[in-house]
């Protein structure tokens, strides 16, 4: 026998005899409800943030970490600015770039679009564009050429392929001796790209930095678009690198880095995350107060036994302290067991989703309607702890109600009949 004698009590009440079979396998029901709610707990929330991490690898490809502009008014192309910023330890890219509002209007569809002029060769120091063109080149985008690469919503909403000639209609009207008319360029496209981000596909267009100065009339560059070391730097580095560009005398510039273009989208990531994470604690929370039941059961089963070890000399908190081991025993069974599946589901769930599709001949997320086409996972250890916090602290709660009627047993009374 083991000491202390509670834990050893408690131990031998959760072991199935002839006479309990019944209350041992309600037991493990109650065990198996905390294993599966843990495990689901887990699996989905790696899930989640598989497709953050997704999304997040995502933008990045295609958002710069930093940008520098000047509200209302552009830039020198080359210069101290530029050459301040390159100097940076942090920065790995520097390209400048112009961006405008307009419409593309092609065989009667028109779409809002949001036009940047770059330079190829300098956007791949910043941007995945170039690599992320399907059909095309992105290479193509040459100065005086007018030819433009559209996102891959964006050209199958206006139905253009590479070598269709699409009208861009900007914002500025032009007056005329027949009156206001809108100012209308004509490009061609010469690539297709495909970020596997709607906001990007359906409403991002590329042209040369030079046509974009012609058509926007601007005299220089917008601004400059940043590729740090380590994108997740760059909040930090905001305040430094405005503290750096001011000591030469550039103090009006704005400064955004992509956590502030993206803040909805992460916000939103983490409000589902942080509700999912709520409403799978419940299931977790109606699997261990199971035990509430399992507890009463054995409580009722063992009245005599309970009223014997009284006489003995157990106290009531020594009684107590016997029933809220068993309840700690079944709890901390179900949730190792749940963590260990949970973990292996996690890290394997990519595989299993794999093999489900292969042996049903389907897919769950079609490449042809969903962006992420597979279901990617990413565990992370500070959601393990704090689902195994959890759920171990409402394994500890549940029992406290039985365990509390049982040190309450009168010996005299129930014995009466025995």
């Given at each position: 026998?083991?000491?202390?004698?509670?834990?050893?009590?408690?131990?031998?009440?959760?072991?199935?005899?002839?006479?309990?079979?019944?209350?041992s396998l309600i037991s493990a029901i109650s065990i198996g409800g905390v294993a599966l709610g843990i495990a689901a707990l887990l699996t989905i929330l790696s899930?989640?943030?598989?497709?953050?991490?997704?999304?997040?690898?995502?933008?990045?490809?295609?958002?710069?970490?930093?940008?520098?502009?000047?509200?209302?008014?552009?830039?020198?192309?080359?210069?101290?600015?530029?050459?301040?910023?390159?100097?940076?330890?942090?920065?790995?890219?520097?390209?400048?770039?112009?961006?405008?509002?307009?419409?593309?209007?092609?065989?009667?569809?028109?779409?809002?679009?949001?036009?940047?002029?770059?330079r190829p060769d300098a956007e791949r120091a910043v941007s995945a564009a170039p690599s992320l063109t399907r059909e095309g080149d992105f290479a193509a985008l040459e100065a005086g050429r007018f030819n433009i690469v559209l996102g891959r919503g964006l050209a199958d909403t206006l139905r253009a392929k590479v070598g269709d000639h699409i009208t861009l209609v900007l914002p500025e009207p032009m007056r005329t001796a027949a009156g206001i008319l809108p100012r209308l360029k004509r490009f061609t496209v010469c690539g297709i790209f495909e970020a596997g981000v709607q906001d990007y596909d359906m409403s991002t267009a590329f042209i040369h930095l030079d046509d974009a100065a012609r058509v926007f009339r601007v005299n220089g560059v917008t601004g400059f678009r940043v590729?740090?070391?380590?994108?997740?730097?760059?909040?930090?580095?905001?305040?430094?690198?405005?503290?750096?560009?001011?000591?030469?005398?550039?103090?009006?510039l704005r400064i955004?880095?992509?956590?502030?273009?993206?803040?909805?989208?992460?916000?939103?990531?983490?409000?589902?995350?942080?509700?999912m994470f709520v409403i799978l604690l419940l299931s977790v929370a109606v699997a261990a107060f199971n035990l509430v039941s399992t507890l009463v059961m054995v409580v009722a089963e063992k009245h005599s036994e309970i009223a014997v070890l009284k006489t003995l000399g157990l106290t009531p908190q020594r009684i107590l302290r016997v029933f809220l081991a068993q309840g700690v025993l079944i709890g901390v069974a179900g949730v190792v067991l749940g963590a260990v599946l949970g973990v292996l589901l996690a890290l394997n769930i990519?595989?299993?989703?794999?093999?489900?599709?292969?042996?049903?001949?389907?897919?769950?997320?079609?490449?042809?309607?969903?962006?992420?086409?597979?279901?990617?996972?990413?565990?992370?250890?500070?959601?393990?702890?704090?689902?195994?916090?959890?759920?171990?602290?409402?394994?500890?709660?549940?029992?406290?109600?039985?365990?509390?009627?049982?040190?309450?047993?009168?010996?005299?009374?129930?014995?009466?009949?025995?």
């Open positions: 026998m083991f000491r202390p004698v509670e834990a050893f009590i408690g131990w031998r009440y959760t072991r199935a005899r002839r006479r309990t079979r019944f209350v899930i989640m943030n598989g497709f953050e991490r997704e999304m997040r690898s995502r933008l990045l490809g295609l958002a710069a970490h930093l940008v520098v502009e000047r509200p209302q008014q552009a830039l020198a192309e080359r210069g101290p600015l530029p050459d301040a910023i390159a100097a940076m330890p942090e920065v790995t890219g520097l390209a400048p770039f112009v961006a405008g509002e307009a419409l593309l209007t092609f065989r009667g569809d028109v779409q809002g679009v949001r036009v940047n002029g770059v590729r740090l070391d380590d994108p997740f730097n760059a909040p930090a580095l905001a305040a430094p690198l405005a503290a750096r560009l001011a000591g030469i005398g550039s103090t009006d955004s880095d992509w956590t502030d273009t993206n803040s909805n989208l992460f916000r939103a990531l983490k409000t589902e995350k942080i509700v990519e595989h299993i989703v794999v093999a489900i599709e292969q042996t049903f001949r389907f897919r769950i997320l079609s490449p042809d309607v969903y962006y992420i086409s597979t279901i990617p996972s990413e565990l992370k250890l500070s959601d393990l702890w704090i689902a195994l916090l959890a759920a171990s602290m409402l394994c500890l709660v549940a029992p406290l109600y039985p365990a509390w009627q049982a040190s309450r047993t009168e010996p005299a009374e129930a014995l009466r009949y025995e």
